[in-house]
């Protein structure tokens, strides 16, 4: 009999556990959350102008030497992956001429910039800095 109690209880354990997944699932972030905001969206649009426009063009819409970072390209390549990865890909290879030398600040607001750019909507908070944070904001093509 006690095994029998012990199994049930593991089973009831383990259910309320896959249970507070799904729902944790389910709640995750997006960038369709509001996880910029429009000043910060502007300070990268600045930033953008000095230190991405030479290789992806005036409003990130591709140049001669980069990619498309708005509409169908950008959400292709950049769709299932997270915010955090982009911040990342951001801070440590570009500008390509001078990689590495965007501060985390200026970082985040590029990345704004760019969710502003595809229509993502604003909200009332920064986007943060903290890689773990954004790692849980996920990049989808469409609205949830």
């Not at 502007?42 to 991405?52: L, P």
């Not at 950008?74 to 990342?88: D, I, K, P, R, T």
Request: charged share 20%; with cysteine; proline share 5%.
């Amino acid at each position: 009999m006690r095994s029998l109690t012990a199994f049930l209880i593991g089973v009831t354990f383990a259910a309320i556990w896959a249970g507070a997944l799904t729902y944790a699932a389910a709640q995750a972030e997006t960038v369709w959350s509001g996880v910029y905001t429009e000043a910060q969206a502007y300070r990268g649009e600045k930033v953008a102008d000095t230190s991405c426009i030479g290789c992806h063009g005036s409003g990130l819409d591709g140049g001669d030497s980069g990619p498309k970072l708005v509409g169908r390209p950008f959400l292709e390549n950049w769709s299932s992956q997270s915010v955090g990865q982009l911040f990342s890909w951001l801070q440590e290879a570009m500008p390509e001429d001078a990689p590495g030398t965007l501060t985390s600040d200026d970082t985040a607001a590029v990345v704004a910039y760019i969710l502003k750019l595809n229509k993502m909507p604003a909200g009332k908070r920064n986007l943060p800095t903290d890689r773990d944070l954004l790692n849980r904001i996920g990049i989808v093509a469409a609205r949830p």
